[in-house]
C-alpha cells in the first residue's frame, strides 16, 4: 500500500480508504471483520457519516478500530441533521449544529478526536463563515485535526478552497465522471487534495450492465468497457484496477475510497492493489478516446 499526504495537513493516508457507507447493520462480526481485514492489509484512511444508518456506522468505526485507532485516519461528516421522527434529514450547517454534532460523534466513534472533519454537501447560500468558524473552534480545543468538505458543487467547493482550510474535497471522480479534471489548478494552488469516490461509477466500470449515466448513453460505457476489457487483457490486471489507477494517477488524488460488503468483494479490491503496481506509469488516456468530455451544469455561480 501506498500512501500520499492528506493536502496541507501532517497526515498520510492509505491511496485506497475504505468508505463504511456500504457496510450497513452495525457492528456485526462481519463487518468488523471486513474493518480488521482492510487495516491488515495496510488501509488507514476510513471514511464514514453521521447520516448513515442514524450514526450507527460511526458505532461500528469505534468498535471495530477502538484496538488501532492511533495508527489511522479517522474521517467522518456533518451537516445532515436526522428529524426527531426519523423520517428524513434536514440540511443543518449551523454553527450550533456542527459544534453539537461533533461531540455525538465523537461519543459513537469512541474517540477524543476525529481527524477529519468533512462539511457533508453545502449550498451557497450557507453561511459560510460560521461554518469555518464552528470547524476551527474544534480544531482549537482537539476535538478535530483537519477539517474538509465533500462536495461536487463548484459554486461551493471553490469558496472553501479560497476562504478556509481544508485540507481535502471528497469529490465524484472516475473515467466516466471527469468533471474535476477542471479544477485541479485550483486544488493544487491550494495545497488542497481530492479524496475520490464513486471511482467505479456503481459498478459500470466494472462490466455491469451499461445503463444512462451522467449523460452518457450506454452504448457510450459499453464502447468504454471494451477498451478497459482490452487493456487489461494486454497487462494482465483487472477492470477495477484500471478503474483505480485512472484516479489515482492524478497526484491531487490522495486516496480513492471504496466501498466494500463481502469477503469476495474485499478480495477483489486486494487483487486490484497489487495490481495498481502493473499501472503506475501506464499511459491511460488512450481509454478517453472512447468517451467524450462532460462538465458540471449547475451550480457554477
Known amino acids: 500500500m501506498r500512501y500520499n499526504n492528506l493536502g496541507h495537513s501532517d497526515l ?55 484496538s488501532f485507532r492511533d495508527r489511522i485516519v479517522l474521517a467522518t461528516k456533518v451537516g445532515n441533521e436526522w428529524r426527531t421522527d426519523g423520517s428524513g434529514w434536514d440540511w443543518n450547517p449551523r454553527k450550533e449544529y456542527i459544534l453539537r454534532a461533533a461531540d455525538e460523534s ?7 478526536y476525529i481527524d477529519v472533519y468533512q462539511l457533508h454537501g453545502g449550498t451557497i447560500e450557507d453561511t459560510m463563515d460560521d461554518v469555518v468558524e464552528a470547524f476551527e473552534i474544534l480544531v482549537q480545543v482537539g476535538k478535530i485535526k483537519h477539517y474538509g468538505i465533500s462536495s461536487i458543487r463548484p459554486n ?7 476562504k478556509s482550510n481544508v485540507v481535502s474535497n471528497m469529490m465524484q471522480y472516475s473515467l ?15 495545497n488542497t487534495c481530492i479524496i475520490s469516490r464513486g471511482s467505479l461509477a456503481q459498478g459500470l466500470l466494472l462490466g455491469k450492465k451499461a445503463k444512462s449515466y451522467l449523460g452518457y448513453e450506454p452504448t457510450e460505457i459499453e464502447l ?23 484516479v489515482l494517477q ?43 468530455p462532460i462538465d458540471y451544469t449547475a451550480h457554477l455561480i
Not at 106 to 112: E, G, H, Q, V, Y
Not at 156 to 162: A, C, G, P, S
Not at 176 to 190: G, I, N, Q, S, V
Open 12 to 66: 498520510k493516508i492509505s491511496e485506497i480508504g475504505l468508505g463504511c457507507m456500504s457496510l450497513e447493520g452495525g457492528a456485526s462480526n462481519v463487518n468488523i471483520g471486513l474493518i480488521s481485514e482492510a487495516f491488515d492489509h495496510g488501509i488507514n484512511y476510513f471514511d464514514t457519516a453521521d447520516l448513515y444508518e442514524k450514526g450507527l456506522n460511526e458505532e461500528l468505526i469505534g468498535k471495530a478500530v477502538h
Open 250 to 292: 492524478q497526484p491531487l488524488v490522495a486516496s480513492a475510497v471504496v466501498g466494500v460488503r463481502t469477503a469476495n468483494q474485499m478480495k477483489d479490491l486486494w487483487q486490484a492493489c497489487r495490481e495498481l503496481e502493473k499501472l503506475r506509469h501506464q499511459d491511460l488516456s488512450t481509454l478517453l478516446t472512447a468517451i467524450r
Open 106 to 112: 465523537l461519543k459513537r466513534l469512541k474517540t477524543d
Open 156 to 162: 461551493v467547493f471553490t469558496q472553501y478552497l479560497e
Open 176 to 190: 466516466l465522471d471527469r468533471r474535476p479534471e477542471r479544477y485541479l489548478e485550483l486544488f493544487k494552488t491550494h
Open 224 to 246: 468504454l468497457n471494451e477498451n478497459i476489457e482490452k487493456l487489461g487483457q494486454q497487462l494482465e490486471v483487472s477492470r477495477q484496477a484500471i478503474a483505480l489507477a485512472y
